[in-house]
């Protein structure tokens, strides 16, 4: 009699057990989500985009957890919590760390702006002074139109930089930048072959 009435007790507490751990945890996966927007809200994809991504790759391996977790006729979700625990933390550090790298992006664009601008503008001085050869002319011309191009470049960025948007402009100005770069590269070259000083 004791055997069987501890049997069935035995019964209970593991059916207990397994129910209880059983439950989809509504609550967790609400806040994690929660904490998700609001790194999202905080702009952690655009100025931290790979930790991000890999944030984004660890909530889909959990909601797939919780999937398969629900498929199963005992669930477990004891694993799925501490993982969405895990996600939650994760987004709020990243959140946390975004103000620092949005401001180091803006002092960065910020310098490239300033330094851009003295490098067009050495373009700019430089390319009246090539030679005129036989080609020379279409020559001249392509580098105006790359000019040209550049300096439109830099225009989006500032207008990116002033709009607040300095990942944008850290993109758009490192662009105009190595072609800037290139293009000097390239006048001073040409300058150098045909002993022209510059």
């Known amino acids: 009699m004791k055997n069987k009435l501890f049997s069935v007790l035995a019964f209970v507490a593991v059916i207990a057990l397994l129910s209880g751990c059983g439950k989809v945890p509504q609550a967790a996966i609400e806040s994690t989500n929660a904490a998700i927007t609001a790194a999202q809200e905080a702009e952690v994809d655009v100025y931290l985009a790979d930790e991000f991504a890999v944030l984004q790759d660890s909530l889909n391996s959990v909601n797939a957890a919780i999937e398969a977790q629900k498929g199963k006729l005992f669930k477990?979700?004891?694993?799925?919590?501490?993982?969405?625990?895990?996600v939650q933390a994760q987004a709020n550090e990243l959140a946390s760390r975004v103000d620092r790298k949005k401001e180091e992006i803006k002092d960065q664009a910020e310098t490239m702006l300033n330094d851009i601008k003295s490098v067009v503008a050495e373009n700019a001085k430089l390319v009246v002074r090539l030679p005129r050869g036989k080609e020379g002319a279409a020559v001249i011309e392509a580098?105006?139109?790359?000019l040209a191009a550049v300096d439109k470049t830099v225009a989006e960025a500032q207008s990116s930089f002033d709009g607040g948007l300095f990942m944008d402009a850290f993109n758009k100005v490192t662009e105009a930048k190595e072609k800037s770069d290139s293009i000097n590269t390239e006048i001073k070259d040409v300058l150098t072959r045909a002993r022209i000083r510059f």
């Open 76 to 86: 477990n979700f004891g694993d799925v919590k501490e993982d969405l625990s895990l």
């Open 143 to 146: 580098i105006k139109a790359d």
